[in-house]
């Protein structure tokens, strides 16, 4: 427990989903297993460095065609 403690994005989500402090208290070789659902949930939310620099192209390329419209 003293490594969620000093995590703060694992403190966060075992705050968010208490049934984690349980089930690591009761089992704590399962430390691997939360861990893993963390990183996951961070994947599926944040998007990639791709998708972020595909988006700002194509507000670039928005905005020129703005431009060049005028």
């Known amino acids: 427990m003293y ?3 000093n995590n703060i994005e694992q403190r966060d989500y075992i705050r968010m989903y208490p049934l984690w402090y349980k089930e690591l208290n ?3 070789e399962r430390y691997q297993e939360f861990v893993n659902e963390i990183e ?3 994947k599926q939310s944040q998007p990639t ?3 972020k620099f595909e988006k700002q192209l194509n507000f670039a390329q928005f905005m020129l065609k703005m431009i060049n419209n005028k």
């Open 40 to 42: 996951t949930i961070k």
């Open 26 to 28: 009761r089992n704590p």
């Open 3 to 5: 490594q969620i403690v």
């Open 49 to 51: 460095r791709l998708q």
